[in-house]
């Protein structure tokens, strides 16, 4: 399973590769195999998204765009 975003992938890399490096809100990641950390280490960054936007969020921004007025 490919990353969803920069912020994942670098995240599963350093979880792969140095687990205690990792920030204590992180460390549920190292309960994952080995082979599926790997998967979303090795994504491409080219074309993936900071972070990755709630659905809530984007809709909000394309109302905004639409000037859509809030109820």
């Known amino acids: 399973?490919?990353?969803?975003?920069?912020?994942?992938?670098?995240?599963?890399?350093?979880?792969?590769?140095e687990p205690e490096m990792l920030f204590d809100k992180?460390?549920?990641?190292?309960?994952?195999?080995?082979?599926?950390?790997?998967?979303?280490?090795?994504t491409k960054e080219k074309g993936l998204p900071m972070k990755k936007v709630s659905a809530q969020a984007k809709f909000e921004r394309m109302r905004k765009k639409q000037g859509a007025k809030r109820w």
Do not use: D, T, Y
């Not at 992180?26 to 090795?42: A, Q, R």
């Open 26 to 42: 992180n460390k549920g990641v190292l309960k994952m195999g080995k082979e599926e950390m790997h998967k979303f280490s090795v």
């Open 1 to 17: 399973m490919p990353a969803k975003s920069k912020k994942q992938r670098r995240m599963m890399a350093i979880a792969e590769h």
